[in-house]
């Protein structure tokens, strides 16, 4: 059974950084795509960065575009998301998502994506 579990979340202030991990278990994610999803208080989830395991492949939202990088640890079987220049609007809880179909391409959406994780909380104080 596949289990992502996020950790890395936290208050931060305007400027700052933080690094997201999400670990993940219970299968070989090397035909996978993994992504990152947001969502904000009385929004919808939307869509934050992807990336085929290899990395070869990542794909960006436009409003973290410069500011948030995707990767993967084959070794450590785990995902990060590293996000400099935080803003307030970058607040949410921050989900790691599996696509296990789709020959490993990453989505920007999150039907194509089967299995989540239970979220970690990021607050950007202004």
């Known amino acids: 059974q596949v289990q992502l579990v996020e950790s890395g979340g936290g208050l931060v202030q305007a400027g700052g950084s933080l690094r997201l991990s999400c670990a993940a278990s219970g299968r070989t994610f090397s035909s996978y795509a993994m992504g990152w999803f947001r969502q904000a208080p009385g929004k919808e989830r939307e869509f934050v960065a992807a990336s085929s395991w290899s990395g070869i492949t990542t794909a960006y939202a436009d409003s973290v575009k410069g500011r948030f990088t995707i990767s993967t640890d084959n070794a450590k079987n785990t995902v990060y998301l590293q996000m400099n220049s935080l803003k307030p609007e970058d607040t949410g809880v921050y989900y790691c998502?599996?696509?296990?179909?789709?020959?490993?391409?990453?989505?920007?959406?999150?039907?194509?994506?089967?299995?989540w994780g239970q979220g970690t909380q990021v607050t950007v104080s202004s």
């Open positions: 998502a599996a696509r296990r179909n789709g020959l490993g391409h990453p989505s920007t959406r999150p039907y194509d994506y089967d299995y």
